[in-house]
């Protein structure tokens, strides 16, 4: 059995991730002090009543989350095997939050203050992180497939590739491994019949994918993944989250997400694409 320990920042979504865990048929622990990690982990693996458990680990400890990384340790000691969730999403995605439900940031009266001071506290935890999910622009919906697609991975032991096309004037795609920026493609937004279809549409799809450049980049870019896939597998990664992005995320990188995911899908690997700027313009 693995302990998946929830940690990341103030108002990221971990209750509603613990929540949708719970509905996933998992033993779910909120607010777990740090130091009884060990002990948590101890009683689950000696139950005969429990296969899948998780535990939210977070700031709301005070004075005890200091001791969330000598936990750790204790666990890799005790050969308890874990892995870290880190749920985190943009500051003024956090502070907007924050405002509707009128609720005090645990660790500074100021929302920005405690944002900043819990930012800093947990850069260590993060970079330990074996997954990241930023929750800025999921819905409940969209966080229980995230959390599906994770939980799946670990379960078949298979790397599972999760494509998402996105446009860089909304920001980048914080979770992402790696980025494709694809924005010296043919723009079908200066095509008056193609403005306003996306790169699903049959007639943008085309106008992206036949141009030579297009090609020429899909064919490096698969060589490159291919090479790239087995060799992360070895270093005991489950799942490659690829950014693919142009500048509205409405047209080229629906459409390159969208065709690298048919290419990978008849190479046999296991892959998923989303899409999540389309819906923006």
Do not use: W
Not at 62 to 69: C, L, T
Not at 107 to 125: A, F, P, T
Not at 128 to 156: P, V
């Amino acid at each position: 059995m693995e302990i998946l320990v929830i940690t990341g920042m103030s108002g990221a979504g971990k209750s509603k991730a613990l929540n949708q865990l719970e509905d996933l048929g998992y033993f779910a622990m909120d607010n777990l002090p740090p130091q009884l990690l060990p002990k948590f982990a101890e009683i689950a693996l000696a139950s005969n009543y429990v296969d899948k458990v998780c535990a939210v680990i977070d700031v709301r400890s005070g004075m005890f989350f200091q001791d969330f990384s000598e936990s750790l340790k204790e666990m890799k000691k005790l050969n308890f095997s874990y892995k870290i969730l880190f749920l985190d999403a943009d500051e003024d995605v956090i502070i907007n939050r924050y405002k509707e439900l009128r609720r005090p940031h645990p660790l500074s009266k100021s929302i920005v203050s405690g944002y900043q001071k819990e930012k800093e506290l947990l850069k260590n935890i993060k970079d330990r992180a074996d997954y990241i999910i930023d929750t800025s622009d999921l819905e409940d919906k969209q966080l229980r497939e995230k959390l599906i697609e994770i939980l799946g991975m670990e379960n078949d032991g298979v790397m599972k590739v999760s494509l998402c096309s996105f446009g860089f004037k909304n920001g980048i795609l914080l979770d992402a491994d790696m980025v494709f920026d694809v924005r010296f493609l043919p723009n079908p937004y200066y095509i008056e019949e193609l403005k306003h279809l996306n790169g699903e549409n049959e007639k943008t799809r085309d106008y992206v994918l036949n141009k030579e450049v297009t090609q020429k980049f899909l064919s490096k870019a698969t060589d490159m993944l291919e090479f790239l896939i087995p060799n992360y597998v070895k270093e005991g990664k489950s799942i490659l989250v690829i950014g693919i992005g142009c500048t509205g995320g409405f047209h080229r990188s629906v459409a390159i997400a969208n065709e690298l995911y048919n290419i990978l899908k008849a190479k046999g690997y296991k892959v998923s694409v989303s899409h999540r700027d389309v819906n923006r313009n």
